[in-house]
C-alpha cells in the first residue's frame, strides 16, 4: 500500500521525456495542439521544438511525463488519447528507444 508521505513526495513515480514528432490536419495550428496535448494525463511539460523552416501540417514536441508506469507504456497510453481526444491530430510518432529519465 503507498502511504501519503510517498505520494506527496512522488517517490513512486518518475519523470521521462522524448522528442515527438506531430501530424496534424491543414485546419490547425501546431500550438493549439501542443495546448491540448498539455491537458492529458501524465503530462507535464510540453515545449515546442519545430525548427525553421519544417513541414506544413508538422511539429516536433518535447513532452515530458509523470508516470508510475514503465517510459514505453506510458508514452504509448499518452499517445493513444491524444489520437483519440484531439481533434486535428493525425499522427504522434516518437522513438521508444529514445526516451529518457529526467531527474
Do not use: W
Amino acid at each position: 500500500m503507498i502511504s501519503l508521505k510517498d505520494i506527496i513526495s512522488e517517490r513512486q513515480s518518475s519523470k521521462y521525456s522524448a522528442l515527438v514528432l506531430i501530424k496534424h490536419t491543414d485546419d490547425t495550428f501546431i500550438t493549439n495542439i501542443l495546448d491540448e496535448i498539455r491537458a492529458i494525463d501524465r503530462v507535464v511539460v510540453v515545449s515546442n521544438e519545430t525548427p525553421n523552416p519544417f513541414h506544413d501540417n508538422q511539429g516536433v514536441a518535447r513532452i515530458k511525463i509523470l508516470t508510475t508506469k514503465p517510459p514505453q507504456e506510458a508514452f504509448s497510453l499518452v499517445k493513444q488519447d491524444a489520437l483519440k481526444n484531439i481533434p486535428g491530430l493525425k499522427d504522434f510518432k516518437y522513438n521508444p528507444e529514445k526516451i529518457t529519465k529526467v531527474d
